[in-house]
Each structure stands twice: as structure tokens, then as C-alpha cells.
């Protein structure tokens, strides 16, 4: 599975930012797909997973309230809607997929190359 995360940028606080990641190859081994984020100096944080029907989400406190995130299976892609940005939001945000065995066995982690999101105070 290869993935491919678009949308960052340069935004002011209290705005608002889309991100894609655009999934391919083997993607019908993928159970679900989150967002991570790693700001500069501190270690990489989940921000939020979904499920690979789409039917179960979780955030991180920080972000809960602020961010959707959204799978759209036909176009093998996943969005994280980030709204009310706060300049501690600003990471470089990794798109990550993970699927298991029959039995919970990791069979897949794969991770995108991360797309920059800077907000401004």
C-alpha cells in the first residue's frame, strides 16, 4: 500500500485546512487509517483514526471538537478537516494504515511522507 497526504500548509489561527491522503495498491487490506502529526522536537502523536468502513472514529483530546476526520472508500482516500487551527497544531501530519490477520496479527503498516501544517499566531 503506498499513500500520499496533500493539503498542508500555511494558515492563520482560527483557520481552516483539508488534508488528503490518497491510498493505492493493496487497499483492500486495510482495517483502518489515522492521522499522526510530529511537531519539531517532540515525538509523533496520534491525531485521529478511522475505521475502514468508516463506521468508528477517535481524536485526540487536543483536537477533539476541531477535527473530522472522513474516508471516502471508492476513491481509497481518507481527509482530516481541521478547523479553529491553533499555532500548536502546527506538525508535519503523517497519513498512516494498519490491517490485521484474522487473528490480530499486524499484516500492514504502511505511512505516507507527511505534508507540513503551519499555523500562524
Known amino acids: 500500500v503506498q499513500l500520499v497526504e496533500s493539503g498542508g500548509g500555511l494558515v492563520q489561527a482560527g483557520g481552516s485546512l483539508r488534508l488528503s491522503c490518497a491510498a493505492s495498491?493493496?487497499?483492500?487490506?486495510?482495517?483502518?487509517m489515522g492521522w499522526y502529526r510530529q511537531a519539531p522536537g517532540k515525538q509523533r502523536e496520534l491525531v485521529a483514526v478511522?475505521?475502514?468502513?468508516?463506521?468508528?472514529?477517535n481524536y485526540a483530546d487536543s483536537v477533539k471538537g476541531r477535527f473530522t476526520i472522513s474516508r471516502d472508500n471508492a476513491k481509497n482516500t481518507m481527509f482530516l478537516q481541521m478547523n479553529s487551527l491553533k499555532p500548536e497544531d502546527t506538525a508535519v501530519y503523517y497519513c498512516?494504515?494498519?490491517?490485521?490477520?484474522?487473528?490480530?496479527?499486524?499484516?500492514?503498516?504502511?505511512w505516507g511522507q507527511g505534508t507540513l501544517v503551519t499555523v500562524s499566531s
Open positions: 498512516n494504515a494498519v490491517g490485521y490477520s484474522d487473528i490480530g496479527d499486524l499484516l500492514l503498516d504502511a
Open positions: 495498491g493493496s487497499t483492500f487490506s486495510i482495517n483502518a
Open positions: 478511522v475505521t475502514s468502513s468508516g463506521g468508528s472514529t
